[in-house]
């Protein structure tokens, strides 16, 4: 058995059914001029995480792992944009607005693809997603399956808002979840906080939090327990 030292207990890694999941890493977020920014966000507690992140990526992709991307995005005549949406916010710029990126979280727009340091590459996947939840109005259930994906390691931003949702989806499937402390970030270092503190009370409620050096210690071993 190869764990993960986590809180609130170990994370059991399973021999198959591992893969990584990277929530909305996109400029929109992490970039002047983006959603992010628009809404009125300190950007640069979120950019604290990317070499974390990437670091994860690169092991990940070592290992031959599978790996999920999202994009929080909509189609450019915003019809998968509920009004509620598109209304919310007091931001200088709304959703479908142009801004220095672009249109502002529509699909397709530069400000919206994933950071250059995460771009994805062949062979991995990206969902586009139009809510806050990577499971609502996406196929990413039925890709999971289809990887034979059991067990999910978590980064990404926001904290509290897609990654927790989506942490929270996944754990309703059945998912094994462990979300990565230092490689996910909030524009609110308390709910980030609070979220991480929500996730792991009452005996691992939504799931696991480790730091990046404890899931990557722990991926070490489990490699050589695989090549054994
Ligand atoms: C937000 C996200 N915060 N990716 N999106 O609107 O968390």
């Not at 915003?78 to 529509?106: A, E, F, H, T």
């Not at 979300?179 to 009370?201: C, G, H, N, W």
């Amino acid at each position: 058995m190869v764990l993960i030292s986590a809180q609130p207990y170990d994370y059991e890694l399973p021999v198959k059914g591992l893969g990584l999941l990277i929530i909305d890493m996109q400029r929109d977020f992490l970039e002047p001029g983006g959603f992010g920014e628009a809404l009125g966000n300190d950007i640069s507690y979120l950019r604290q995480i990317v070499p974390t992140v990437q670091q994860l990526l690169k092991t990940f992709r070592r290992l031959q792992l599978p790996i999920f991307h999202t994009i929080e995005g909509h189609a450019p005549d915003l019809s998968d944009c509920p009004n509620s949406k598109l209304q919310r916010g007091k931001g200088n710029l709304k959703i479908g607005d142009r801004g220095s990126m672009g249109r502002i979280l529509v699909l397709g727009e530069p400000g919206n693809a994933i950071i250059p340091e995460l771009s994805p590459i062949a062979r991995e996947f990206v969902i586009s997603k139009p809510g806050k939840g990577a499971f609502c109005r996406t196929h990413l259930e039925k890709l999971l399956n289809e990887q034979g994906v059991s067990h999910l390691i978590i980064t990404g931003v926001t904290t509290e808002v897609c990654v927790q949702t989506t942490m929270r989806e996944a754990n309703d499937r059945g998912m094994e979840c462990l979300l990565v402390e230092d490689a996910t970030a909030s524009y609110f270092p308390d709910f980030k906080q609070s979220t991480l503190e929500m996730i792991r009370a009452q005996g691992g409620i939504i799931g696991w939090t480790a730091t990046a050096a404890e899931v990557l210690e722990g991926l070490a071993s489990w490699q050589v327990k695989l090549a054994a």
